[in-house]
């Protein structure tokens, strides 16, 4: 792909809008690149549609400007989706899809490109980093450079999964050249929890069951629950990673209820099951290692579902 302001000659309206229930990389991605615009395009219109935040993320510059999608979609010159294809951009779609040019960043495995222009890339760590790729590094200044820097930490769990590259180190050193905290900016984003986060988080961990000989961990927060300790979606991220975290464990899946016998289900693996694959299979995605989806039935009905192609796995080869 061009730089991105090769793309945009001529655009007096731009949007950007990222998948719901956005996290890190999705915050990060599109407020890096929409500081970007409003610097390199001063006569632009440029606006972020997104779902509101967590409030963590407050402390990225821009974030209050983000604006929810009307019942009407404005016709823009060219509409961005980063971080996911089209079809996850909640109340947003129908903006890209009414665009005059449409553009897609992203590096889900997942996604094949749902743009006028794609640049999807399954090997890099992040679509902050991609983002990286495609702006005028000349024109950085801290505000942009902590939003992608954010964007990076999270889908790297600072720096430690396996989509970590030399490339993804070079960027992040070159980000942290500005002058923000980034020391800060990581405990605040993504160590530091609230009370509740950490209570519900306690929740989980102590009614998760191991299954398929100890090899999966699975846990599950209902609506009930959630409504006791008054838990947002937010407020729940986090959990797989840590159920993954533990000992013997190959696969880990964490799933809170968003409806009647309706499930938002996270995967996560240590490299032994292909979450992504099983994702994809049930409607969703993501990367080899990180995914999810939406599944409905009970309980039981989702794991059990779940089981038979997590199984199937780990009795073949480990995929690369």
């Given at each position: 792909?061009n730089?991105?302001?090769?793309?945009?000659?001529?655009?007096k309206?731009?949007?950007?809008s990222?998948?719901i229930?956005p996290d890190?990389?999705?915050?990060?991605?599109?407020?890096?690149l929409?500081?970007f615009?409003?610097?390199?395009?001063?006569?632009?219109?440029?606006?972020?549609?997104?779902e509101r935040?967590?409030?963590?993320?407050?402390c990225?510059k821009?974030?209050?400007?983000i604006?929810?999608a009307?019942?009407?979609?404005?016709?823009?010159?060219v509409?961005?989706a980063?971080?996911?294809?089209?079809?996850r951009?909640?109340?947003?779609?129908?903006?890209?899809?009414?665009?005059?040019?449409t553009?897609?960043i992203?590096?889900?495995?997942?996604?094949?490109?749902?743009?006028?222009?794609?640049?999807?890339?399954?090997?890099?760590?992040?679509?902050?980093?991609?983002?990286?790729?495609?702006?005028?590094?000349?024109?950085?200044?801290?505000d942009?450079?902590?939003?992608?820097?954010?964007?990076?930490?999270?889908?790297?769990?600072?720096?430690q999964?396996?989509?970590?590259?030399p490339?993804t180190?070079k960027?992040?050193?070159k980000l942290?050249?500005?002058d923000f905290?980034?020391?800060?900016?990581?405990?605040?984003?993504?160590?530091?929890k609230?009370y509740?986060?950490?209570?519900?988080?306690g929740?989980?961990?102590?009614?998760?069951?191991?299954f398929?000989?100890?090899?999966?961990?699975?846990?599950?927060?209902?609506?009930?629950t959630?409504?006791?300790?008054?838990?947002?979606p937010?407020?729940?991220?986090?959990?797989v990673?840590?159920?993954?975290?533990?000992?013997g464990?190959e696969?880990?899946?964490?799933?809170?209820?968003t409806?009647?016998?309706?499930?938002?289900?996270s995967?996560?693996s240590?490299?032994?099951v292909?979450?992504?694959?099983?994702?994809?299979?049930f409607?969703?995605?993501?990367?080899?290692?990180a995914?999810g989806?939406?599944m409905?039935?009970?309980?039981h009905?989702v794991?059990?579902n779940?089981?038979l192609?997590?199984?199937?796995?780990l009795?073949?080869?480990?995929?690369?």
């Amino acid at each position: 792909m061009n730089k991105i302001l090769e793309e945009l000659k001529g655009a007096k309206t731009i949007g950007i809008s990222g998948h719901i229930r956005p996290d890190g990389d999705c915050v990060g991605s599109c407020m890096g690149l929409y500081l970007f615009l409003k610097k390199a395009l001063p006569e632009a219109e440029v606006k972020v549609y997104l779902e509101r935040p967590a409030d963590i993320y407050d402390c990225i510059k821009g974030v209050e400007h983000i604006a929810e999608a009307g019942s009407e979609p404005e016709i823009l010159d060219v509409f961005i989706a980063l971080d996911a294809g089209k079809e996850r951009l909640g109340e947003a779609e129908k903006y890209f899809d009414a665009a005059k040019k449409t553009i897609n960043i992203d590096h889900h495995i997942s996604n094949k490109g749902t743009g006028d222009i794609n640049y999807i890339v399954p090997d890099a760590s992040s679509t902050s980093e991609l983002v990286f790729d495609v702006i005028d590094e000349e024109m950085l200044d801290a505000d942009i450079a902590q939003a992608l820097y954010m964007g990076i930490v999270h889908d790297t769990g600072v720096f430690q999964y396996s989509n970590t590259k030399p490339k993804t180190l070079k960027t992040a050193a070159k980000l942290i050249e500005y002058d923000f905290d980034f020391s800060r900016l990581i405990d605040t984003t993504f160590y530091e929890k609230t009370y509740i986060q950490n209570q519900i988080l306690g929740r989980a961990l102590l009614e998760s069951i191991l299954f398929l000989d100890g090899k999966c961990i699975v846990s599950v927060v209902d609506r009930k629950t959630m409504d006791f300790y008054g838990a947002r979606p937010s407020d729940l991220d986090g959990i797989v990673s840590q159920l993954r975290s533990t000992k013997g464990v190959e696969c880990a899946v964490f799933m809170y209820e968003t409806g009647l016998q309706e499930y938002k289900v996270s995967m996560r693996s240590c490299g032994g099951v292909d979450v992504a694959s099983i994702a994809s299979y049930f409607g969703g995605g993501g990367h080899v290692r990180a995914a999810g989806c939406t599944m409905k039935g009970t309980f039981h009905d989702v794991i059990n579902n779940l089981s038979l192609h997590i199984e199937k796995q780990l009795k073949e080869e480990k995929p690369e």
